[in-house]
């Protein structure tokens, strides 16, 4: 698909001015492609569901029925092949306070906590902000591209304060969709230290066309085993601000940990429109959800090409097989001007361009070397962003 090709659902300009959307809350002429949300209205049958649950009018508390676990299980089978039993889903009010509420349930005070960096940075707050200590096992990066060093994470899973694992799967920032091997390997090093791995998997939907994400849990039983998989529609269906979330365990015991914790810390009650936008969006909206994949990896071929093409060498674009975000490598950049992270340049783009994206010191690893370019937009806004992109960079590479 060509960025001139449009799908309208997609590509019709969303006003989102007057909500008090996170992204949007810029001045006049600065383009926001940093948080990660997208700017498309959802699903239509989320859409319908929650008009009709508006039109009920009443807002009292709400359960979580039968329907909703059916929805989510019948969801991992059908899309990823992975057996779920709907009785081993719990609800939560968002993949974060799931994944701080595991910590706390699964961890004691000062363990430590392994994260694979440059990865989501509100990792480092739910261990941190608990008591518990960040173990990095930083990922290599080598001619574009990112792997595991599964020797520098044996051992950091030998030392005997370490008790738990934060996958990203597929990971924020970079979009690697981690392959069966490497995930059969980090859950056989989990297994034979004892420790258990939170798989987040909330970026799994949005996927390269063609390619499948391979759940952790769903690799073999020892993987399922030690595994607490948590996601949400959110992302892919772009319903952040429903905080509708949950998590799958099938170990008994875990679960009940796990269970326990999200109970005690009060994060396992849905708000009225969770629930009906979650059965909406794994029920009935496959098919959105199939042609927004052919929109985003529009976007992304577009953004990679471009750079290519016209950036002068000072940046590069990561490849990627899942997220609607794109992990631009400005190495080239920094190089030519002597910086030695991105920071300056961010704020470059902002000032002269008005160009908003996310600095990627802020995900460890090498990630002050990149920035993050959200795509999750239309093909208009697409090539205005890639626009001051380019004339952010080569007014920077001049100064
Ligand atoms: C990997 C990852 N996990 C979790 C979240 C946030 O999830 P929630 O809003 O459900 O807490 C994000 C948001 O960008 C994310 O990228």
């Known amino acids: 698909m060509d960025i001139s090709e449009h799908l309208p659902q997609f590509d019709l300009p969303v006003d989102r001015s007057g909500i008090s959307s996170m992204k949007w809350d810029v ?25 009709g649950r508006v039109a009920n009018g009443t807002f009292g508390y709400t359960d979580v029925p039968a329907a909703w676990n059916d929805a989510v299980a019948g969801w991992w089978r059908r899309r990823y092949g992975m057996d779920v ?4 889903v719990t ?8 994944i701080s509420s595991l910590v706390r349930s699964l961890t004691n005070v000062a363990e430590k906590v392994v994260i694979q960096p440059p990865v989501y940075n509100i990792f480092t707050n739910s261990i941190v902000n608990n008591g518990r200590r960040v173990l990095d096992n930083p990922l290599r990066y080598a001619d574009g591209v990112y792997s595991i060093d599964f020797d520098d994470l044996e051992a950091k899973l030998v030392d005997p304060l370490t008790r738990l694992m934060i996958l990203c799967n597929p990971q924020n ?18 297994a034979a230290h004892d420790v258990t791995v939170i798989s987040d998997e909330v970026h799994c939907d949005v996927v390269r066309p063609g390619v499948v994400h391979t759940p952790f849990a769903a690799i073999n039983d020892v993987n399922r085993s030690i595994c607490v998989t948590c996601s949400s529609p959110s992302k892919a269906f772009n319903v952040a601000g429903l905080q509708s979330a949950y998590f799958i365990c099938d170990d008994a015991g875990l679960r009940a940990r796990a269970v326990r914790g999200v109970n005690t810390d009060e994060v396992a009650e849905p708000n009225d429109f969770a629930v009906f936008s979650t059965i ?29 093409a016209d950036a002068d060498e000072l940046l590069r674009m990561v490849a990627s097989d899942s997220t609607y ?46 920035l993050r370019m959200n ?8 090539i205005d962003g890639v626009r001051r992109l380019l004339e952010g960079a080569a007014s920077y590479a001049r100064r």
């Open 91 to 98: 609800f939560t009010t968002g993949v974060i306070p799931a």
């Open 280 to 308: 909406a969006a794994y029920t009935a909206s496959d098919q959105w959800l199939d042609d927004l994949c052919r929109v985003v990896q529009r976007n992304k071929d577009y953004v990679a090409a471009r750079l290519d």
């Open 173 to 190: 920032p970079s979009g690697n969709v981690w392959s069966a091997d490497d995930l059969a390997h980090i859950g056989a090093l989990c």
């Open 375 to 382: 795509l999750g937009t239309c093909a208009g806004l697409v």
């Open 85 to 88: 039993d709907p009785g081993h």
């Open 325 to 370: 975000l794109a992990w631009i490598d400005c190495s080239g950049l920094l190089g030519r001007v002597g910086d030695i992270t991105a920071e300056r340049f961010c704020e470059h783009l902002r000032e002269r361009t008005g160009l908003v994206l996310s600095y990627g010191g802020i995900y460890g690893g090498n990630g002050s070397r990149f």
């Open 27 to 51: 001045t006049d002429g600065e383009l926001p492609m940093w948080v990660a949300d997208m700017d498309f209205r959802t699903a239509p049958a989320i859409r319908e569901a929650l008009s």
